[in-house]
């Protein structure tokens, strides 16, 4: 079965819920830092590769990742609750499951406002309304107040590189778009038609960006930087407004992607002394 819970709306059937779900498995880096978040960590059985965050969650064993789980590992494991990722785990794995009648749970987040409406559905989930109510205020209040703090500074030209090779950008349709734009930031290829756009340098020579950003993947720093020394017309090379943000706060849709967005906006203030009319 699929426990239709998206944003808050139960339909358990007969099946257990509240602090009766004691055996979860989170297919996803983002639902373990929301299970631990809600202090639901110790309840979690099984997760994937590159769930490493808080500590503890390495020693959680793994039955797969991104290309696929071990689908015989969930059925010998016998949770009570399955958290997968629409979009982000496999579709063939999450129809697999829904044949097989498991209790899973889609997370469907896709931008900002999404993740305190998953705080909450996970909270009334599994018994823990209070903890899931706390989470989405403190977080909704942060969100408020930086989107307050910079919607009318100086816009500035951003480059988000999300890969050297090929070299790739995101577009309008990211939730890193809304990052860079809740921050004052105009995104360089946001009217791009796909979220993920293959791009060549000498487009981004065109658009001269201010500020160049370059997330880390899987705590690995991408020295891809480099390669703009050769280009000092570039605003962002000239004045060195170059930044490497840890690319996990920046991707996963846990309350940690606030402290992504406070780093983005911090690089764009900072090339804002730069910027000239």
């Not at 899973?104 to 018994?127: F, Q, R, V």
């Amino acid at each position: 079965m699929v426990v239709s819970l998206l944003f808050g709306h139960c339909s358990f059937g007969q099946e257990k819920s509240g602090k009766d779900i004691k055996r979860i498995i989170a297919l996803a880096p983002h639902a373990v830092e929301l299970l631990y978040m809600l202090g639901a960590g110790d309840r979690i059985i099984a997760t994937t590769e590159y769930a490493d965050y808080p500590a503890a969650a390495n020693d959680i064993p793994r039955i797969g990742g991104y290309a696929g789980i071990q689908l015989e590992r969930v059925l010998e494991l016998e949770p009570d609750l399955i958290i997968a990722w629409e979009g982000g785990n496999k579709e063939q794995d999450i129809q697999q499951m829904q044949a097989l009648g498991l209790p899973l749970y889609l997370s469907k987040t896709k931008d900002l406002d999404d993740i305190p409406k998953e705080m909450l559905a996970l909270g009334k989930l599994l018994g823990l309304n209070e903890n899931g109510k706390s989470a989405a205020n403190e977080f909704n209040n942060t969100l408020k107040q930086l989107r307050a703090k910079y919607q009318s500074k100086q816009p500035i030209k951003v480059f988000y590189q999300l890969w050297s090779e090929p070299l790739r950008a995101m577009a309008a349709g990211s939730w890193i778009n809304e990052l860079i734009t809740s921050c004052g930031g105009v995104n360089i290829f946001s009217d791009m038609s796909l979220d993920y756009p293959q791009v060549s340098i000498e487009t981004v020579l065109v658009q001269k960006p201010d500020v160049i950003i370059i997330p880390s993947h899987h705590g690995s720093k991408i020295e891809a930087g480099k390669k703009w020394s050769s280009w000092p017309e570039i605003s962002a090379v000239k004045h060195d407004q170059i930044y490497y943000i840890n690319g996990d706060i920046l991707h996963r849709f846990s309350g940690r992607i606030l402290q992504g967005m406070q780093a983005v906006c911090d690089s764009l203030e900072s090339a804002r002394q730069f910027k000239t009319e």
